[in-house]
């Protein structure tokens, strides 16, 4: 149980282009998502905090209109990255879980490469 | 100062030796500890979890020490397969939902 899942798993797209990466948890209801990006070399940075049915919360120095995300349901979550540029080439990340206390399953990640 | 702390390495080791990682952590008020090990290209994966009075999972002990503000991950007898990147992480104190905090990890290759 606790599967978690992220399409795409890659995306290859020009700058200027929006790309949306879905997380999904398959066998719970994740009350609480959250989105995080891991640079090469990088430690693994949060993003932003999705909860269900309302607005995310950002993390300091992330821009809002830019990473938009919708936690629609109860097991999806999604990323959007606006207006993608190179510089946001990384891989993303999301986690699920029950609760704020509860553990966090990861999904296998989103390579985006902006060209 | 970052809030979570790693020796980079990367530590090379011989089969069947030991080896140990630490880590600090700056959020005094910090509540939840673990080590993660992240495989090239993959996402990370719980190695497991840190209590205060230390625990261990096989040939994996870890400690916590909250008055240094200090964690610490031992791997006994290495085997192959352990070669990774062992990721520190911590978990807030705030009310209402906490994110992870990741240390940059500490690369861990075993060398036949």
Redesign the interface.
Known sequence: GAVVSQHPSWVICKSGTSVKIECRSLDFQAT?M?W?RQFP??????MA?S?EGSKA?Y?QGVEKDKFLINHASLTLSTLTVTSAHPEDSS?Y?C?AGTG??E??Y????T?LLVL | RKE?EQDPGPFNVPEGATVAFNCTYSNSASQ?FFWYRQDC??????LMSVYSSGNEDGRFTAQLNRASQYISLLIRDSKLSDSATY?CVVKGSGG??????????THLIIQP
Do not use: C, H, W
């Open positions: 609480t959250f995080y070399k990088q430690s693994l940075m949060l905090t909860n919360t993390e891989f990340i986690t704020a206390r553990t966090q990861f999904g296998p990640g390579r | 979570v939840s290209r993959k996402e990370p994966k719980l990721l209402g939902a906490d994110g992870l905090t990741f240390g940059k990890g």
